[in-house]
Structures are given as structure tokens and as C-alpha cells.
Nanobody, 119 residues
Framework: QVQLVESGGGLVQAGASLRLSCAAS????????MGWFRQAPGKEREFVAS????????YYADSAKGRFTIFRINAKNTVYLQMNNLKPEDTAVYYC????????????WGQGTQVTVSS
């Protein structure tokens, strides 16, 4: 069972940038597709971005496309979410998740990291 730990969240002003990190335990990190999700207060969890096992394929929600970039460094067992031009509507708890089945289902989840964007 893989353990995931997110970090890098914080309180920033609109227009600022943040880079979230998700560190995975074990020696099988490259066996998983990885994804980022977020949940805002009073809202359902939503998909943000995902990346394939090798990092060769990525997918973004419309809200993230053009502003956010997902990438991974398998040698470091870490996946990242670079967030630029943050907006107040990006405020949420951001979760990292690992998928055995190429993003069809996410099997392991981190504890989340808070991102708050002020106007």
C-alpha cells in the first residue's frame, strides 16, 4: 500500500504561483498513474490533472488548462502540480492520488494540502 503526502499549499494573493508536491513511499511509484483533485468548501471533489506512469501523457480539467502543469520525477517518487495565475476560485484542499488502472480508478489518496487564494 503506497502512502502519499502532499505539501506546498498556503495562503497567496490572486495572480501568485504555488507548486504542490506529493511524495510517495515505496519502490513502485512508477507503477501508478497519478492525479490531483481538489475540494472547495461546500463543493464536491473535482478532478484537476493527471499524468501517466512514465509522464508521457497528461490530462487537465478545463479550469486548470493553461495555468496548471502536472509533472513527475519518478527517481524522486514525487509528482508535482505547478499552479500559476491563481484565482480565488482555486481555493480548496488539494489531494494527490495514485491509480493502478491508468486513471480509471484512484486507489490511494494523500491527506490533502490547503490552498487559499485571496482577492
Amino acid at each position: 500500500q503506497v502512502q502519499l503526502v502532499e505539501s506546498g499549499g498556503g495562503l497567496v494573493q490572486a495572480g501568485a504561483s504555488l507548486r504542490l508536491s506529493c511524495a510517495a513511499s515505496g519502490r513502485t511509484f512508477s507503477s501508478y498513474a497519478m492525479g490531483w483533485f481538489r475540494q472547495a468548501p461546500g463543493k464536491e471533489r473535482e478532478f484537476v490533472a493527471s499524468i501517466s506512469r512514465s509522464g508521457g501523457s497528461t490530462y487537465y480539467a478545463d479550469s486548470a488548462k493553461g495555468r496548471f502543469t502536472i509533472f513527475r520525477i519518478n527517481a524522486k517518487n514525487t509528482v508535482y502540480l505547478q499552479m500559476n495565475n491563481l484565482k480565488p476560485e482555486d481555493t480548496a484542499v488539494y489531494y494527490c492520488a495514485a491509480s493502478v488502472a491508468a486513471g480509471i480508478k484512484y486507489d490511494y489518496w494523500g491527506q490533502g494540502t490547503q490552498v487559499t487564494v485571496s482577492s
